[in-house]
């Protein structure tokens, strides 16, 4: 009995996994063990050794039944420490850098047009993006039935024939006058939709800056000033600007801004066609049509009005050739910025 004691318990001692361990139990537990055999041959001892080998027998059979479960509760906390071996902490490793969040570049530049303006004496303007008819077309003399209103392709809202979904940010202009008597000196950043296939240059999305300035005596020279510095402070001291003349029912005179290419500094090259410039806003003289819908005197007063595209000053900035680049969040483009 001693040696069957002997010998299991080192083949316990030496069980790696539960199938090594289940068989050395069947082995001398089970139905036919050896333990269990030895257990059967009782009867054909005396009632004296009956007694005696009776319960060493039974002795050792719940020792070894004990020892095999403690055997399997090692194994088994043996290979959850292995299995969970990478997740334990190593106090004395480096630790994982974080990723800190960049600002979104059209943000940027956003906060840096204000910047600039707010700088100048303006201060910040804002609006409904869901506007009426009246504000986004008809109050800046674009009439029913203008010309003009299929330069903008319209989201009306469904049911509502005098809502729509802005295309400009000049109605916050319109808001601002009819509630403040000049002098005013307001921009009006914000997000603007237009029903345009999207594609390198265009967006149904994107955002503007308006800027209107009113007050007695304000003449052309005082907006081609603004604009000038605003231009050297945005893309450097050392660009150059030029206004064309050119037509927004808003505004009259109007004129379009060109800045010298950043790429080819005016030399001409693939990005400015050739030409040495670079279209940058659209501003103009206030149209004395306006000031009526709003109360002013336009005899008294003279103002400018200025609009431009945040993504597209983003492009010339940073030489971007797709504005779809700031809409689809990869990662890798954001990061530069």
Request: charged content about 30%; overall charge negative; glycine content about 6%.
């Amino acid at each position: 009995m001693k040696d069957i004691e002997k010998e299991a318990l080192e083949e316990i001692s030496k069980s790696q996994t539960i199938e090594e361990i289940e068989k050395i139990r069947i082995k001398y537990l089970g139905r036919k063990g050896i333990v269990t055999e030895e257990l059967s041959n009782l009867s054909k001892l005396s009632l004296e050794d009956k007694k005696t080998f009776g319960k060493k027998l039974n002795i050792l059979k719940q020792k070894l039944s004990d020892i095999i479960e403690e055997r399997i509760v090692e194994i088994n906390k043996k290979k959850t420490t292995t299995n969970n071996s990478e997740d334990l902490i190593d106090v004395t490793l480096p630790g994982k850098p974080f990723i800190i969040g960049k600002i979104h570049p059209i943000t940027q530049i956003m906060s840096e047009v204000k910047n600039i303006f707010l700088s100048l004496g303006f201060k910040v303007a804002t609006g409904p993006e869901i506007e009426t008819d009246y504000y986004n077309f008809t109050a800046l003399n674009i009439p029913k039935d203008h010309p003009s209103r299929d330069m903008q392709d319209t989201f009306y809202i469904e049911g509502k024939d005098d809502l729509l979904l802005r295309t400009h940010t000049s109605p916050v202009q319109i808001h601002v006058m009819e509630k403040q008597k000049p002098p005013v000196r307001i921009i009006a950043p914000g997000k603007v939709y237009r029903h345009e296939a999207v594609d390198a240059s265009h967006s149904f999305t994107f955002h503007q800056v308006e800027g209107l300035a009113v007050d007695e005596d304000i003449t052309f020279a005082d907006l081609k000033t603004l604009l000038e510095i605003f231009v050297k402070r945005m893309f450097g001291v050392d660009v150059l600007s030029r206004f064309r003349p050119s037509y927004f029912p808003f505004t009259e005179p109007s004129a379009e801004v060109d800045i010298q290419c950043l790429i080819c500094k005016g030399k001409g090259c693939s990005v400015c066609k050739q030409s040495g410039w670079l279209e940058l806003l659209g501003c103009g003289m206030v149209n004395p049509k306006v000031f009526e819908f709003v109360g002013y005197d336009a005899k008294k007063y003279s103002g400018y009005a200025f609009g431009m595209g945040i993504e597209r000053i983003a492009m010339l900035k940073y030489g971007i050739d797709d504005m779809r680049l700031f809409y689809e969040n990869e990662l890798d483009f954001l990061k530069q910025f």
